[in-house]
T-cell receptor
C-alpha cells in the first residue's frame, strides 16, 4: 500500500503566522511520530502518538507547538506565532504498534518562516 | 541518556571502493534496537536495517553489511563496491525506550564516478 504522506511538501510563511502540517500514516499503523530536521542535522523527536493520544510530547520545544490525531489516523502538527527559528523540515513517521518497531518516514514538509 | 555519535561528518570515495560508516551509541537499557536509514538528495528517509541488542551476528544484504559489537557499543555499516547511487546522508538511530528514535548527526557519503 501507500507509504506515509505529508502535505504540503513546502510551506512558506511570515513570522507570527499560524501553520498546520498534515501527516497521513501507513494504513493500520497505530503509532505516529513527528520529528524536526534542521539543515545538516539528524531528525529530532517532537511527539509520539499511540492511537489518538499523545504518549510522549516531551520533544515539543514550547507551547507554540501542538499536535493532534483525533481519529487515530491522520495527524496535524500546528505551530502558532511562527518564528524564523522554526524553519526546518518536519518529518512524520509511523510504525505498526510503536514498541521499538521500524518507523517508516514520509517525505517531510519543508517549512520556511520569513 | 541515550546518545548516538557518528564521528565522520563527510566521506568521499571513488566508485567501487569499499566504505565503512561508523556509529557509536550510549544507552542504559539492556534491551534496545539500532537502525540505519539512508537519506538521498530527495530527502525521504529510507529504512535499511533494524538490529536487536541480543543479536550480535553480523548481517549482509547484497553490497551492504553491518557489524554490531556490543562490547564497544558500535554498529558500523559497510558498503562494498560503492556506486554513485549510494551517495546520500546515512543516519544511525537508537530506539529510545520504545518511545521514539534518537538519531546521530549523520554521515554524508559522496561516491565519485
Amino acid at each position: 500500500g501507500a507509504g506515509v504522506s505529508q502535505t504540503p511538501s513546502n510551506k512558506v510563511t511570515e513570522k507570527g503566522k499560524y501553520v498546520e502540517l498534515r501527516c497521513d500514516p501507513i494504513s493500520g499503523h497505530t503509532a505516529l511520530y513527528w520529528y524536526r530536521q534542521s539543515l545538516g542535522q539528524g531528525p529530532e523527536f517532537l511527539i509520539y502518538f499511540q492511537g489518538t493520544g499523545a504518549a510522549d510530547d516531551s520533544g515539543l520545544p514550547n507551547d507554540r507547538f501542538f499536535a493532534v490525531r483525533p481519529e487515530g489516523s491522520v495527524s496535524t502538527l500546528k505551530i502558532q506565532r511562527t518564528e524564523r527559528g522554526d524553519s526546518a523540515v518536519y518529518l512524520c513517521a509511523s510504525s505498526l504498534s510503536g514498541n521499538q518497531e521500524t518507523q517508516y518516514f514520509g517525505p517531510g514538509t519543508r517549512l520556511l518562516v520569513l | 541518556a541515550q546518545k548516538v555519535t557518528q564521528a565522520q561528518t563527510e566521506i568521499s570515495v571513488v566508485e567501487k571502493e569499499d566504505v565503512t560508516l561508523d556509529c557509536v551509541y550510549e544507552t542504559r537499557d539492556t534491551t534496545y534496537y539500532l537502525f540505519w536509514y539512508k537519506q538521498p538528495p530527495s530527502g525521504e528517509l529510507v529504512f535499511l536495517i533494524r538490529r536487536n541488542s541480543f543479536d550480535e551476528q553480523n548481517e549482509i544484504s547484497g553490497r551492504y553489511s553491518w557489524n554490531f559489537q556490543k562490547s564497544t557499543s558500535s554498529f558500523n555499516f559497510t558498503i562494498t563496491a560503492s556506486q554513485v547511487v549510494d551517495s546520500a546522508v546515512y543516519f544511525c538511530a537508537l530506539d529510545n525506550y520504545g518511545q521514539n528514535f534518537v538519531f546521530g548527526p549523520g554521515t554524508r557519503l559522496s561516491v565519485l564516478p
